[in-house]
């Protein structure tokens, strides 16, 4: 009976550990690691008042809204070199000068991110080693991957320092 009553009652948690323990792939690691930037991009631009969109911090240096579009921008232009077409009407391009508007700019990265993730989730596990060639280099499928995030991390960095600059402190930090 104790034997039975151990089964009944540990059982389900190790169903659950074991579906924790379940590795992951590549494309979901890279999903979750978007998701995290993600969401520190979206609450600093929550956070930052519409009239610092416009901001820059010397002449011929990026704006607020021109170093989110940016990061749009160059999110999808990464991510359609693994093979999704870009959204059809997209002008990456315009994309970074198109709008200073908080609520634009906001739709605009989410959009960005979602396609990323998508072109992302498309890649099959034996198209990993695939080689892509992008105006600065030659890369696997895989390292371009890791590319789009770490572009989209670099520039969440310089969006910080803007934001404190104009004394916005980034919402998930709780301090000065």
Known sequence: MKNLLYVLLITP????????AQPTTY??????????????IVKLIEAIPQDKYTWRPGENV???????????????????????????GLDTKA?????TDKAEILKAINEAYAFSKAAVDAVKD???????????????????????ATHSYEHKG???????????????????
């Open 126 to 148: 034996d198209q990993m080693n695939d080689m892509v060639t992008l105006p600065f280099g030659t890369f696997t499928k895989r390292s371009l991957i890791m590319i789009i």
């Open 13 to 20: 948690f190790l169903a659950t550990a074991q579906e924790a």
């Open 27 to 40: 494309q979901q690691e890279f999903t979750g690691s978007m998701n995290y930037s993600q969401g520190q």
């Open 62 to 88: 990026r704006s607020t809204s021109e170093v989110i579009l940016h990061i749009a921008a160059s999110t999808y232009n990464l991510s359609s070199a693994l093979g999704t077409p870009l959204p059809e």
């Open 158 to 176: 310089q969006l910080i320092a803007y934001a404190r600059v104009n004394d916005v402190t980034p919402p998930w930090s709780g301090s000065n």
């Open 95 to 99: 994309l970074e000068k198109s709008t």
